[in-house]
């Protein structure tokens, strides 16, 4: 279920373990860490992150949290 609207926001990849493909966001407007899987990112190819990236994504309420999905690397 996604939060109340479906705006991008932006955030920095805080880490990303290559081999789980998982990792967390560190949004730029709060400072909270939001949950990362790699099948949520929107990229061709093999889907990685890299601490220090910037992307946008929409956040969402999981399970177990707040959780990002449609992650977009910002160039």
């Given at each position: ?35 990362i ?39």
């Amino acid at each position: 279920m996604s939060s109340n609207n479906d705006e991008y926001q932006c955030g920095i990849v805080r880490w990303f373990l290559e081999s789980k493909g998982i990792g967390f966001i560190q949004k730029s407007n709060v400072g909270s860490d939001i949950f990362i899987d790699h099948t949520t990112i929107e990229k061709s190819g093999y889907k990685v992150l890299v601490e220090g990236q910037k992307v946008e994504f929409i956040e969402k309420n999981g399970s177990r949290g707040p959780e990002a999905e449609r992650i977009r690397i910002v160039s």
